[in-house]
């Protein structure tokens, strides 16, 4: 039994994603949806032609149609794809500056040397074609010069036999020089190029040949565009691998000369430029001559020499010389001997620079060791070409060299950024060179390492934000909770720290008899130190109001006791008051603390405030064992009525701050209490509120703002809070 395996979620997801991806593409973009169009109206146009319609007007508009939407979707696609590739192939800076230093350095360098090897290989390959020429016209003198002297030999004979034997001779004493040249005298008509006074012999010569013409038949007759003055040129002389379609072809230099003396014949001399003459032209020139063609360029290879032949000799010169030749193609022309037509001859040459360089630079004069001035400025110009190709691989590598390190820092900060993108400040970036770029690694690493230490100090602002939180509401927690209920008293109260914690204390105390104490304190200074000390005082004043009725004595031990423990350079500021509502009295002492303000029950708000201050220095001096302190502490005794009111507060209070350092003043917060007097408890500590921070404006507060409102009830009055 055999199990179908089934995708899994992953292979399943894929294939989900390539379908999305290509109907997003089909039918959510230009190029998608010109290609889509394209091929359902070609679709169309076939299903036309298979159902026999094809002959239909608008048929192949259709068609049509459908190529040109198929055309541009795909050159749409090939565009952006063109784009795409293009940016991500420069995206790395390493590539972009690789890139243009190739198209600046490097591209620029090889053109020039590729142009100035090819102008040299034009300008050694058009004088190889004029070598080969030039060659070829020097040989034609030569036959010329052979064709001349064997037609005077041959006026002074009669007789086919004499003429041959002459020719012969003639053949015999060239065949060193030339091992192929043939001979052959040809009768023109008499009336041909006739000489003034110049009689014809007894017997006009008949046709006859002299040498091997392995070449080709000899000439039977001298056609008539041959001028009266002769002829001397290059043939081509069609060879077997020709077969009759005027292929391959063989070069042959011919001359022919007239007789002068005795008109009535012509002497046509043949050279095949092969073998030994060939040879002979290596020799001179430095250049191989191979197969030709009257047809078309060939381009056979050149191996040293030019092609086969019966005649052939070795090929001049050295292997070293030989192994340099590349092939060329050099354009001949070459006369049709029957037309005397000129037409195009390709010949193919094995070219060797060096060799051509040797035989043009043989001729100079030498000078010291070296052979010629062209020679000493060929020295010169390899060295400067040899200086040239080390500047230039010296510049390739410094510049490759510079662009991975221009490009291996950018890397680096890219990196860097990325990492401290994700989150990582502790990743320094490694310092390579001590340069701009190795300055802005060092500046990287500096701006990470501040900004891992700015981390670190907001961890540990945050962390101190979050202790002095909770401090704050360890030091709110000693404060008194909830409505302040007071039988025969109503009493409102507020503490606003400066900072998260204060030094600013109030506490409302039951004491025994039905009486209650009320104390404020300012403890110097501000933050956590003043708020520990405060902490600390709370501790002592709840033991020592169970121990001192009186306000006086209870400020004398707390002095007493809280001097051995406070800073030499901190104090206590204190006011602590006990009341008895029953009896109407209060009893209360000041220990350096602001004066309180007394405001007696009235009808409406004419009643005046008086600022009660009685004497008494701060707790926790260090200056004897509490003697002054003692000696300058008074109690006083106040008769409250129902309805009078009495206000305990700070410094923060009455010395709160403008922007022009202008205080808030005892005097005008007298002057508040007066106005608003009658207002209920609550409302009224709003309205000083308001007016304080009215007068702040946008000052910050600079001390803790402590301070309790406390109006006395008529008898019959139900106990309130605020």
Known sequence: MTQTAMPGPGGSDRVRGWLTAARRFCFGSLAGCLMVAGAALKAATLGLWAAGLGGATGVQGLSTLGGVALVIGAGILLVRAARRTRTQLLWRVRRKLIISYLFIGVVPAILIVTFFALSGLLLFANLS???????????????????????????????????????????????????????????????????????????????????????????????????????????????????????????????????????????????????????????????????????????????????????????????AERAWRFQWVALLDHVDWPTGHIEPLTVSIGLSVQAIYQRLSASQASLGGIRSYGDLLLVILLIISGLFLIIEVGALVMGLALARSITGAVHELFAGTERVRQGDFGHRIPVLANDQLGELANSFNQMTGSIEDLLRQAAEKKRLEEEMRLAREIQMSLLPRGPLLVPGLTISALCVPAREVGGDYYDVLALPDGRYGVLIAD????????????????????????????????????????????????????????????????????????????????????????????????????????????????????????????????????????????????????????????????????????????????????????????????????????
């Open 129 to 319: 074609s004029f070598l080969i020429r030039a060659s070829l016209t020097d040989l034609a003198g030569e036959a010329r010069s052979v064709a001349r002297i064997a037609a005077i030999e041959i006026e002074s004979r009669e007789g086919e036999t004499a003429i041959r034997e002459a020719l012969e001779r003639r053949a015999e004493a060239t065949r060193a020089g030339f091992p192929g040249m043939s001979l052959a005298v040809v009768p023109v008509p008499p009336s041909r190029c006739p000489q003034p006074g110049v009689g014809r012999g007894a017997q006009e010569p008949t046709r006859v040949t002299a040498g091997a013409w392995q070449h080709g038949p000899a000439p039977g007759f001298l056609p008539a565009w041959v001028p009266c003055a002769g002829f001397a040129g290059v043939i081509a002389q069609e060879t077997a691998a020709g077969n009759g379609t005027g292929g391959g072809a063989e070069i042959v230099v011919r001359a022919a000369v007239f007789a002068e003396r005795h008109p009535g014949f012509a002497v046509v001399v043949d050279v095949p430029v092969a073998g030994a003459v060939k040879t002979r032209i290596e020799t001179a020139t430095g250049i191989v001559i191979g197969p030709a063609s009257a047809v078309a360029l060939t381009q056979l290879p050149v191996q040293g020499r030019a092609g086969p032949a019966a005649n052939d000799a070795p090929v001049a010169g050295g292997a």
């Open 523 to 722: 403890v110097s200074g501000k933050g956590m130190s003043a708020a520990l000390y405060m902490a600390e005082l709370k501790g002592l004043i709840l033991s020592l109001s169970q121990i001192h009725l009186s306000p006086r004595d209870l400020l004398i031990s707390a002095n007493r006791l809280i001097s051995m423990h406070l800073d030499s350079r901190s104090f206590i500021t204190m006011t602590y008051a006990v009341i008895d509502p029953a009896a109407g009295v209060m009893t209360y002492a000041r220990a350096g603390h602001t004066p309180m303000l007394y405001l007696p029950a009235g009808n409406g708000s004419g009643s005046r405030a008086s600022i009660l201050a009685p004497d008494g220095l701060v707790l926790g001096l260090r200056i004897d064992d509490g003697e002054r302190f003692a000696s300058l502490l008074a109690e006083v005794t106040l008769r409250v009525l129902p309805g009078d009111l009495l206000v305990l507060f700070t410094d923060g209070i009455s010395e709160a701050m403008n922007e022009h350092a202008d205080c808030f003043g005892e005097t005008q917060l007298a002057e508040l209490v007066e106005e608003h007097g009658h207002l209920p408890i609550g409302e009224l500590r709003e309205r000083i509120l308001r007016e304080i921070t009215a007068f702040v404006g946008g000052a910050p507060q600079h001390d803790d703002m402590t301070m309790i409102l406390l109006k006395v009830d008529a008898p019959a009055g139900a106990e309130t809070a605020a």
